[in-house]
């Protein structure tokens, strides 16, 4: 069975500041592995995706995963934080021939001025 | 946007009673799942459908039944709602059954006194 852990709840950085979101996978065989983005009172929408090609994956809005399979994690991060990444964001993932995607617990967010 | 509409989008009701949530799509997706969203899990699949009358069970299935008698429809039904039922509710739906690729609607906000 595939799971996925996201590291820290609550995540706080300075507009400009990198921002970097930790996700780790579980999963028998290759995994699709996905980051959604949830802002307030919306539903979720998909941020980007690796589905085995490219290891570095980039996405919208400036933010970048990379697949790395010795450490079994798919990391967000983008380079300078703005106000309206505020949000609350879901790892996820799949396996190649499920039918099922499993999200982890998300990490919110927030940007200081 | 994916033509993803939920109803009712807010509802409070009383522990013992019934309640069916809607979700209808536009976009003429063969699949569609049900989430639910709680502090600290996530989403958690409840049930999801692979096409008209063909449904199977999710991870959080207990007190829940689904119905799908058209491809735009998915309704979900709580018999006699519980406290431990008051969450935010997802529709989502994909054109095929392992991309991981989701589309939301704006959830329904449920509570049950």
């Known amino acids: 069975a595939q799971s996925v852990t996201q590291l820290g709840s609550h995540v706080s950085v300075s507009e400009g500041a990198l921002v970097l979101l930790r996700c780790n996978y579980s999963s028998s065989v290759p995994p699709y592995l996905f980051w959604y983005v949830q802002y307030p009172n919306q539903g979720l929408q998909l941020l980007l995706k690796y589905t085995s090609a490219a290891t570095l994956v980039k996405g919208i809005n400036g933010f970048e995963a990379e697949f790395k399979k010795s450490e079994t994690s798919f990391h967000l991060t983008k380079p300078s934080a703005h106000m309206s990444d505020a949000a609350e964001y879901f790892c996820?993932?799949?396996?190649?021939?499920?039918?099922?995607?499993?999200f982890g617990q998300g990490t919110r967010l927030t940007i200081n001025p | 946007d994916a033509g993803i509409t939920q109803s009712p989008r807010h509802k409070v009701t009383e522990t013992g009673t019934p309640v069916t949530l809607r979700c209808h799509q536009t976009e003429n997706h063969r699949y569609m799942y049900w989430y639910r969203q709680d502090p600290g899990h996530g989403l958690r699949l409840i049930h999801y459908s692979y096409g008209v009358k063909d449904t199977d069970k999710g991870e959080v299935s207990d007190g829940y039944s689904v119905s799908r008698s058209k491809t735009e429809d998915f309704l979900l039904t709580l018999e006699s709602a519980t406290s431990s039922q008051t969450s935010v509710y997802f529709c989502?739906?994909?054109?095929?059954?392992?991309?991981?690729?989701?589309?939301f609607g704006e959830g329904s906000r449920l509570t049950v006194l």
């Open positions: 989502a739906i994909s054109e095929s059954r392992n991309t991981g690729e989701l589309f």
């Open positions: 996820a993932v799949i396996n190649q021939g499920a039918q099922k995607l499993v």
